[in-house]
């Protein structure tokens, strides 16, 4: 769990605030408040924003190495400070500093598990003593991943994000993450997810059996994404990357949530690294990292 690492000086909290991959994705049916059900595999990778949260008397402020990122209600975190001190009932407030390294809009789940990590630190900060799951629920109220990411590891998340399932760890592999220079509105992504033709959907039960055997060739031969059905049709660079992904010795590759970040997974150091190399003469952001549970 994200509290797990959070590190407290006395009125501030130290947090890391871990991206999140997708091993599967599936898009199930459109519920009556117009939000889509799903079920998909997710796993939390090293790389990290750091957020610091210092506890003060009133007011919420946030600021971030990002010129370009939102400081007021319309940043997931900001919004989170506000959800949690109303939630709790108690009159306080927030300095919130967030240094980014996750890229932005990529899929990744940055800016809900920065909003994550608020919660769980301010949690300790005000002993306020909520448990996982009411973090969670505070949580599902903010994003779909929310939950996951105040959790993190390898979990499989059903419903619209709420609904969490343990499922066995990951093997320790290396992870290429590579994100082109592209904006994809996820909301977008689920308008046009209903009536694109989705030929492959996922096997969540055989990953899962993957995951048991600790079997990472298994795992990356059975990563799916359905929103590739909308995205790589419109962005043909993803597809792309995968191809390229692939013949750079990734034992699979696929996008991560609505895109448009793709990554590989590798058993081998050497290949993950050349690879990364030769991905980062065209892209800012290409990401080497390791599973994370």
Do not use: W
């Not at 210092?54 to 975190?77: C, F, G, H, M, V």
């Amino acid at each position: 769990m994200l509290s797990d690492e959070i590190v407290i000086n006395g009125g501030r909290a130290m947090a890391r605030s871990y991206a999140k991959i997708n091993l599967t994705l599936d898009v199930l049916d459109k519920r009556a408040d117009g939000y889509h059900t799903v079920k998909m595999l997710m796993q939390t990778v090293s790389l990290f924003d750091l957020v610091l949260v210092d506890k003060t008397q009133r007011s919420i402020t946030l600021s971030s190495n990002l010129k370009y990122l939102p400081t007021n209600e319309k940043n997931l975190a900001y919004k989170a400070a506000e959800l949690f001190l109303s939630r709790a009932g108690i009159q306080g407030g927030a300095r919130i500093m967030i240094h980014k390294n996750i890229p932005v809009a990529a899929g990744l789940a940055g800016g809900s598990g920065n909003a994550a990590a608020v919660l769980c630190a301010m949690n300790m900060l005000y002993n306020t003593n909520f448990s996982a799951r009411e973090l969670c629920d505070i949580g599902a109220e903010l994003g779909a991943d929310v939950p996951y990411c105040i959790m993190g590891g390898t979990y499989l998340v059903e419903g619209v994000g709420e609904i969490l399932t343990p499922v066995p760890a990951m093997p320790s592999c290396f992870i290429l993450i590579v994100k082109p220079p592209l904006n994809i509105s996820t909301a977008s992504v689920y308008e046009q997810i209903d009536s694109a033709p989705i030929i492959n959907r996922p096997n969540t039960d055989a990953l899962i059996s993957a995951l048991g055997r600790g079997d990472t060739a298994g795992i990356a031969g059975g990563l799916c994404n359905v929103m590739e059905s909308v995205t790589v049709k419109q962005h043909p660079v993803i597809g792309g990357i995968k191809k390229k992904l692939i013949s750079n010795g990734a034992l699979g590759a696929v996008m991560s949530g609505s895109g448009p970040s793709v990554f590989g997974i590798f058993n081998d150091f050497e290949k993950a690294k050349q690879s990364a190399d030769s991905f980062a003469y065209q892209y800012k952001d290409v990401f080497l990292v390791k599973t994370k549970n």
